[in-house]
């Protein structure tokens, strides 16, 4: 039979944000881990892609970037693909 495991936080539910995985340890305990959101990362506003060249994190975590890992060095930068650019270019 396995051994149980118990949360080490107060929120007592299995829901999408109280996600773990159990590891056991080096001494051959089993403990709780939390795991984060997967996050989606941005997408081509035009045809939903998601945009090369971007990590894909959870929002708070864009702030400790700098602008240059946010963004995409060309016109329509981080909003749009580079297919999408080529379009808009050559209409």
Same mark, same amino acid.
């Given at each position: 039979?396995?051994?149980?495991?118990?949360?080490?936080?107060?929120?007592?539910?299995?829901?999408?944000?109280?996600?773990?995985?159990?590891?056991?340890?080096?001494?051959?305990? %089993?403990?709780? *881990?939390?795991? #984060?959101?997967? &996050? @989606?990362?941005?997408?081509?506003?035009?045809?939903?892609?998601?945009?090369?060249?971007?990590?894909? %994190?959870?929002? *708070?975590?864009? #702030?400790?970037? &700098? @602008?240059?890992?946010?963004?995409?060095?060309?016109?329509?930068?981080?909003?749009?693909?580079?297919?999408?650019?080529? *379009?808009?270019?050559?209409?």
């Amino acid at each position: 039979m396995t051994q149980r495991v118990t949360y080490r936080r107060r929120h007592s539910y299995n829901t999408k944000s109280n996600k773990v995985k159990v590891v056991k340890t080096p001494g051959g305990k %089993l403990v709780v *881990q939390y795991r #984060k959101k997967a &996050s @989606k990362g941005p997408m081509c506003g035009d045809c939903g892609i998601s945009i090369q060249g971007i990590p894909h %994190l959870r929002p *708070q975590e864009y #702030k400790q970037l &700098s @602008k240059r890992q946010k963004t995409i060095a060309r016109a329509y930068g981080g909003s749009r693909c580079a297919a999408c650019v080529k *379009q808009r270019v050559v209409r």
